[in-house]
């Protein structure tokens, strides 16, 4: 196990380091800088020159690339274009309001989904059934953004119940709390209610019956826990999942998070912070999926980890 | 159709105590499946209707001239802007004109044209980069799972980097990057959005194929002889897989469409997409929410209708994995 750990850890070195040297190139292979596009306020060359050696990107690209890494390992990525501050304090002031809108998106999604999945898969194939699986199919195919757009018309413009620009109260966090954890949740509903299907039918479920057990000992007990293997393994790209959705749903709502300064910085072409940010969503991703799949590990003592 | 052929069969099965059935190909029995599935038929008749939308908006082929869209949908008419659509009017709304049956955006633009236009965007969308991603995945999945070794190993490494990036935000580095450059600005940025997701997509569709090669490969009907062996006998039997995936990711495709041109770094306006005219809408959202309402349905009801048809497709194409 132990092993595993250690060699799933060192496999993320490489990946990082390939996810940093596609985003450098790409971001490099884009014409021109962010300083020479202001038609009104034309920069004489000199400026320019001395602006760019001010960022180092008068050095030649591979040498650029080099001391990027090395300052990266030391935790320094760089300066922004736009605003005149590291990109880690630029980072670092909107990581906050996403992780609480991404944590509170994520309690949402399970809080809703397990139960429903649960419920569909003990009444199967009644109208609680066929509902929940209505919401759970709507819920992935109408992308965030049109279901965020149709709540706001109600609840925001013409309800006038709950504000939709901006951050801070909780009104302001219930109606991106609800859009970004309800694609989660309508995904998780559907394993949930697979998994709990399959539980049910197995003959451990069977024997536990038979030996008399209570009907919810045997549900809880017995069919749950097996069941829920499988949808804790789900939570890892449903966590990718909430973070992309993030860049969507906090343009939307005006939310001062990671997302929105991602979308802002790539319209600016503030290289320093894209890269920044790209590397810490790859980097929380890759975490995401190593923690899920220890914990598979740990839940089910018949997968064997390599 | 009751032949006297149909009926001594229906007799005889009656005798041997089974379903007289009209026999039919493995494929003519998917499809019948499918069309059998009502939401998956709902589906298609809706996929078929936006279709044709898209097509016949301004149909000029051959010396026939079809043009369904009432106006240019980048016609600007300054007196008529924020038109409600009429239906409206038995709500009390003073601000309809019956030339704009679904109303006119802020700019005096027909909406119902620029919804047509629309589709035909989703439509190109759905179809090229789907088609480039099923060329490369095929041939390189075909090739890895066959052949193995190095071209495997090359493969899944590259697998593994591409995977380590959300989608998303992958499309989003590409796109946002090469504005500004030829291949960026190409036919308003459509162009660079086939490269976007044809490179992030043909990963999924390479690793499908190669799993499903090397699950087949080393089966008896593969070793009863060599060569054509890829397209005779492994090309048919990885077909289904591959059809249910394409089925889910044309609407994949539109919806990275929709999204790149909602957050502004997609399709340039003012060509008319339905995540443009989001875009563009939400500007006056609050004063008038139908420029971006009307798009949002028409999202939803194709993003939905092509989720019908693929889970249709998956039910009928493997009835094993119905429970």
């Avoid at chain 2, 000029?60 to 001239?65: E, P, V, Y």
């Avoid at chain 2, 080393?218 to 289904?240: C, D, K, Q, S, Y």
């Amino acid at each position: 196990m132990l092993r595993y750990v250690i060699r799933r850890l060192l496999l993320i070195i490489p990946t990082m380091f390939f996810v940093a040297l596609i985003t450098f190139s790409l971001a490099h292979a884009a014409p021109g800088s962010p300083f020479d596009r202001n038609a009104n306020r034309p920069m004489s060359q000199e400026t320019i020159d001395r602006i760019n050696r001010y960022y180092g990107v008068d050095k030649p690209i591979p040498e650029q690339f080099v001391t990027y890494m090395g300052n990266l390992l030391r935790g320094d990525l760089g300066l922004s274009f736009t605003r005149q501050r590291p990109v880690v304090d630029i980072i670092g002031q909107g990581i906050g309001t996403t992780f609480q809108l991404g944590l509170g998106a994520l309690v949402f999604a399970l809080a809703f989904s397990i139960p429903l999945g649960i419920i569909s898969a003990l009444k199967q194939n009644t109208l609680v059934d066929y509902s929940s699986m209505l919401v759970a199919t709507i819920g992935t195919t109408i992308p965030s953004f049109v279901i965020a757009i149709f709540l706001i018309y109600i609840f925001g413009v013409n309800l006038n119940l709950l504000p939709f620009v901006g951050w801070g109260s909780w009104q302001h966090m219930v109606m991106p709390m609800f859009v970004l954890g309800l694609g989660a949740g309508a995904f998780l509903t559907r394993i949930t209610r697979a998994s709990m299907l399959e539980a049910i039918r197995q003959d451990y479920v069977r024997t536990a019956r038979s030996k008399g057990l209570r009907e919810r000992t045997v549900i809880v007990g017995h069919a749950l826990k097996n069941a829920l293997i499988p949808v804790a393994t789900i939570i890892g790209p449903a966590t990718a999942g909430l973070i992309t959705g993030s860049f969507i749903i906090e343009t939307l709502f005006n939310v001062p998070g990671m997302g929105r300064l991602y979308i802002i910085s790539i319209l600016a072409r503030d290289y320093p912070v894209i890269m920044g940010t790209t590397l810490l969503y790859a980097f929380l991703i890759m975490m995401a999926n190593l923690t899920v799949d220890i914990l598979y590990g740990v839940l089910d003592p018949r997968i064997k980890v390599r | 159709m009751a032949t006297a052929a149909t009926a001594q069969q229906q007799q005889r099965a009656g005798e041997m105590n089974v379903i007289a059935r009209k026999q039919r190909s493995l494929w003519g029995d998917a499809f019948y499946r499918l069309i059998r599935n009502r939401a998956a038929l709902v589906g298609l008749i809706v996929i078929a209707f936006a279709a044709l939308t898209a097509i016949f908006a301004d149909f000029d082929l051959l010396g026939i001239r079809i043009k369904l869209a009432p106006y240019d949908p980048l016609a600007q008419n300054g007196p008529k802007q924020l038109m409600e659509p009429i239906w409206t009017k038995f709500f009390g709304s003073k601000f309809t004109d019956p030339a704009y049956i679904f109303g006119s955006d802020e700019l005096g633009r027909d909406i119902l044209s620029r919804l047509m236009y629309s589709s035909r965007v989703s439509l190109i969308i759905g179809l090229v980069p789907v088609s480039i991603v099923l060329a490369i995945g095929l041939s390189v999945g075909m090739l890895a799972g066959y052949v193995g070794g190095v071209v495997d190993d090359v493969l899944m490494r590259i697998t593994d980097v591409v995977y380590a990036f959300p989608d998303l935000l992958f499309v989003i580095i590409i796109v946002a990057t090469l504005r500004g450059t030829p291949l960026g600005d190409a036919y308003n940025g459509l162009l660079v959005i086939f490269v976007g997701i044809a490179v992030v997509n043909w990963v999924g569709v390479a690793r499908l194929v190669r799993g499903q090669v090397l699950s087949v490969k080393h089966r008896e009907f593969v070793e009863a002889g060599p060569g054509r062996i890829m397209r005779t006998h492994i090309f048919p039997n990885i077909l289904a897989p591959i059809i249910v995936t394409v089925a889910f990711a044309i609407p994949g495709a539109m919806l990275t469409e929709s999204i790149l041109s909602y957050l502004g770094i997609g399709i340039r306006p003012p060509t008319p997409t339905w995540g443009v005219m989001i875009n563009e809408g939400f500007i006056v959202f609050s004063t008038s929410a139908w420029p971006v309402l009307l798009p949002s349905m028409c999202i939803s009801i194709v993003l939905l209708a092509f989720t019908f048809v693929g889970d249709g497709l998956r039910d009928a194409l493997d009835p094993r994995s119905k429970m």
